[in-house]
């Protein structure tokens, strides 16, 4: 895990931010692995989360005097992530759905079984339970993310979600 309060890190920034594109890189470098493992527990789908990653690095060049120092860089990234996939997701939502839903039938075996169980749930169900449960967003900023659905209607979305996930593991 990154100290994201390093000189290190925030020296990165600083120079990101005065157009150094080798310091640029190196929080690519960094960060790119764990950005690609959000996008990919989301969607499930590895060249779709490739590029979205990839677009995600892409705004983050063109937007890097907007990171604060004082707030988390991973949490800026994820946020950016989420307006890609959320974007795509409002874009055609069913024929984005019906990807999710063939790919959910060809679920690596390099999962762990929580992962598996976890990428079986409905898009809906799978991205409130991740961000809520596993990356630690409260349902108010879920619900910033996902307009769709207010807090009452999070909550019981992330209820079901759990609750078919320990059916799921019961088995």
Do not use: P
Not at 29 to 37: M, Q
Not at 40 to 54: G, K, N
Not at 62 to 75: C, D, H, K
Request: with cysteine; hydrophobic share 40%; charged share 25%.
């Amino acid at each position: 895990m990154l100290d994201e309060n390093s000189k290190y890190i925030t020296g990165l920034i600083e120079r990101s931010k005065g157009k150094n594109f080798k310091s640029y890189l190196q929080l690519v470098h960094l960060y790119s692995d764990g950005v690609f493992s959000f996008i990919h527990r989301i969607l499930l789908i590895e060249d779709d989360s490739t590029r979205i990653t990839i677009n995600v690095f892409k705004f983050v060049w063109e937007n890097i005097a907007q990171v604060r120092l004082n707030s988390s860089f991973i949490t800026w990234l994820r946020g950016i992530a989420l307006v890609f996939i959320m974007a795509e997701y409002r874009k055609d939502k069913e024929a984005f759905l019906h990807k999710l839903t063939t790919t959910k039938q060809k679920l690596y075996n390099n999962h762990s079984e929580v992962d598996n169980l976890i990428a079986r749930l409905d898009f809906e169900y799978r991205l409130c339970l991740v961000l809520h449960d596993i990356i630690g967003y409260s349902l108010i900023e879920i619900e910033g993310i996902i307009s769709e659905y207010n807090v009452e209607q999070l909550r019981q979305i992330l209820d079901i979600a759990r609750l078919r996930v320990g059916e799921d593991i019961r088995k």
